[in-house]
């Protein structure tokens, strides 16, 4: 097991918020996922650790990698980290409209799904290729 | 040391209304206690304190990260899992520890129980329930009648009558979500094919006020039953406990954790353990009320026995959750102002079956968005978007399956104080299949593929451990709770019933622990 330090911590925690919502990540809840990844979730092992480092200094596109990880059942560690930040972003109100549709969006609702299945292809032959080419996991 | 008529173990709904119903004898009431935090405090509706307040963090993951129990430890009802909740379950894997590879064991040791976390679903057993009980609906009436008027039952005179019992004293039932409102109503379009098929459905009888009453507001559709303890709409046994404690109708001692006991001719020793400095005390009394819940009133008598090798009975209902999406709803603005209670109840009691099942639906605002991500096939922003856009389509049925005793389900007190549990995970399928081939009728599509089944101990409902016999044996009571062997040992709990049909049991632990209680009030009435 490979114990991580803060500030590496931190910066995978900007990185994963920026490549889901493309907006800085407030300082408060940088903190809040360093804690949590510290005192909650089990550390990294060795093969992981590496290629989570790998995935944030190439800054390569983790939502792909996570999906063919998820899909295959392998290491969940990167699917518990986007998950762990989603549950700390999802109760500030700066995220609320991310998370809860109020309008009457019929239409958009359908596209925005449809789009998401299309990219859910998209992704996963991404990912495949990613974790192929820079030996992650 | 005091000498009491009456010692209850427990202030869960067994044991709030045996005490209750010991009225004006001098009780006893042993409990570890939990209570609720005091802060911080959620006041308002759900959807509105996430948009004003900038940061819940707090109140919904907590400092401890609480909110994130499930992804780093075996999954607990999102309920328990939230903050301002987890005191419901607060050290039980410390104080009342249960191994198993096939049963998740869920104990609470706060006051009121496991009702803390309750759907606060309140049904009469019918006398097609009590079947293989040697007690007759006759008998539980009266207490269910009184029960309705003290804790406040709404629910409606419907098609499920004749499952859920008297329909007298009734408040109105909780208004429905729009999902489940066109549910009903296309179920009312076309109740002959669902009742051809032995589907019946209707409104769900809850302990929740829908009229207030002194002291408790009525239900305010909040949407706040995951996050805030306490809410006063909902009956907790805590407040009949709170109110009999204020009366000076019973001597309750929290921080004991009771451990055995013995019985001597005139009387029942109890030791428990403080927890404050963890030293052992003993209480007397006339009669002793075991009322710890199905498993740790099964630990106390096994540990009086010093017996670390018989295996017990056990029960719990066979579960399974059916998501069901209403397409037309798919983009519908969510209803801020719903509700996160039963919105419907459905019986499946098909003609070439004789076990009666009953779901319960459920709408989807309750837990946080995050809590459903990564359910799905799908990449994250897709999954992020289907939990956006579909909630307000989105209903899900909680299936419950009757149980019976069978071989291979039991449990025995190991000797360093562990419950070892068995249990054998029953087959389901077959009933979801039908009710999803039925509701596409409703409007309400599903896939027998996306059902989940979860592992057993996970419908909350324990039971039969020290089951009621009209001829007792050893590690079972007779039918007015008697243990056999003792002259002064009642089980008041879920231990006692012999078989569980697919039903909330608290109504029932409810009545019947006010059925013994009373029994046990005549008797210390003719001992004097």
Redesign the interface.
Same mark, same amino acid.
């Given at each position: 097991m490979v114990t991580q330090g803060a500030a590496e911590l931190a910066d995978e925690a900007r990185f994963l918020h920026h490549a889901?919502f493309q907006q800085d990540l407030p300082g408060?809840v940088v903190q809040?996922y360093v =804690?949590?990844n510290q005192?909650?979730?089990?550390p990294p092992a060795p093969r992981a650790a590496t290629a989570l480092r790998r995935i944030v200094a190439a800054r390569l596109d983790a939502?792909?990698i996570?999906?063919v990880l998820?899909?295959h059942r392998r290491d969940p560690v990167l699917?518990?980290k986007?998950?762990?930040l989603?549950?700390?972003v999802?109760?500030?109100?700066?995220y609320?409209h991310?998370?809860?549709?109020?309008? =009457?969006?019929?239409?958009? =609702?359908?596209f925005?799904?449809a =789009?998401?299945?299309w990219?859910?292809v998209y992704?996963?032959v991404k990912g495949a290729i990613l974790i192929r080419r820079y030996e992650l996991f | 040391m005091s000498f009491f008529d009456a010692i209850v173990i427990g202030a869960g709904p067994a044991g709030v209304f045996s005490a209750y119903a010991l009225r004006g004898k001098r009780v006893l009431l042993l409990d570890v206690g939990h209570r609720p935090p005091a802060s911080p405090v959620l006041e308002g509706n759900l959807y509105e304190l996430r948009k004003s307040r900038e940061d819940l963090f707090e109140a919904m993951i907590g400092g401890k990260f609480e909110g994130l129990h499930n992804l780093v430890d075996r999954n607990i009802s999102l309920k328990l899992k939230s903050p301002l909740m987890a005191y419901v379950v607060r050290d039980s894997e410390r104080l009342a520890p249960v191994v198993s590879d096939t049963f998740d064991a869920v104990i609470s040791l706060a006051q009121g129980g496991l009702a803390n976390a309750w759907g606060a679903g309140v049904y009469r057993f019918t006398a097609r329930d009590l079947e293989g009980w040697p007690v007759s609906l006759a008998e539980l009436d009266p207490f269910y009648d009184e029960l309705t008027r003290h804790i406040g039952v709404s629910g409606a005179a419907d098609d499920l009558a004749p499952y859920f019992g008297s329909a007298t004293d009734l408040l109105p039932p909780l208004r429905l979500s729009v999902f489940a409102q066109q549910l009903l109503n296309r179920y009312n379009q076309r109740k002959r094919y669902f009742n051809r098929r032995g589907i019946l459905v209707g409104y769900p009888r809850l302990a929740v006020l829908t009229v207030g009453r002194p002291g408790r507001d009525a239900y305010a559709y909040d949407n706040l039953e995951f996050f805030r303890p306490g809410n006063p709409a909902i009956y907790n046994p805590a407040f009949t406990l709170a109110e009999m404690v204020d009366a000076g109708r019973v001597v309750y001692r929290p921080g004991c954790l009771a451990m055995r006991y013995r019985e001597a001719a005139t009387h029942v020793e109890v030791t428990a353990r403080s927890l404050t400095d963890d030293s052992l005390e003993t209480f007397q009394g006339k009669t002793l009320l075991l009322a710890a819940g199905a498993l740790n009133s099964a630990r106390i008598v096994l540990e009086s026995s010093g017996d670390y090798e018989s295996r017990l009975p056990i029960l719990d209902n066979p579960m399974s959750c059916i998501p069901l999406f209403r397409l037309s709803r798919v983009g519908a603005p969510l209803d801020v102002h719903d509700s996160s209670l039963a919105q419907l109840n459905v019986v499946y009691d098909a003609p070439e079956t004789s076990e009666l099942v009953q779901a319960t639906l459920y709408a989807s605002t309750g837990p946080l968005r995050s809590d459903v991500l990564f359910q799905l096939p799908m990449s994250v922003s897709a999954n992020l978007a289907f939990a956006k856009y579909v909630a307000p389509a989105m209903g899900v049925l909680m299936v419950f399956h009757p149980e019976r005793p069978r071989p291979g389900n039991c449990m025995r007190l190991r000797a360093d104080g562990a419950l070892e549990v068995h249990y054998d995970t029953p087959p389901r399928g077959r009933v979801e299949g039908r009710l999803i081939r039925a509701f596409r009728r409703a409007g309400a599509f599903s896939s027998r593929r996306i059902c989940q089944y979860p592992r057993m101990g996970n419908g909350l409902h324990y039971a039969g451990t020290i089951p009621m016999k009209q001829v007792p044996g050893r590690y079972e009571v007779d039918r007015n709770g008697l243990l056999w062997g003792a002259k002064r040992v009642y089980v008041v709990d879920g231990a006692c019933f012999p078989v569980l049909p697919a039903k909330n049991l608290t109504f029932t632990i409810m009545a019947n622990a006010m059925r013994v209680a009373t029994r046990v009030r005549s008797a210390l009435e003719c001992d004097c």
């Open positions: 889901f408060e809040q =804690a949590a005192g909650c979730l089990p939502e792909a996570e999906l998820r899909l699917t518990k986007i998950h762990v989603f549950y700390l999802e109760v500030r109100a700066q609320y991310c998370f809860v549709n109020e309008q =009457a969006a019929s239409w958009q =609702a359908v925005r799904i =789009a998401g299945c990219r859910t992704k996963y | -």
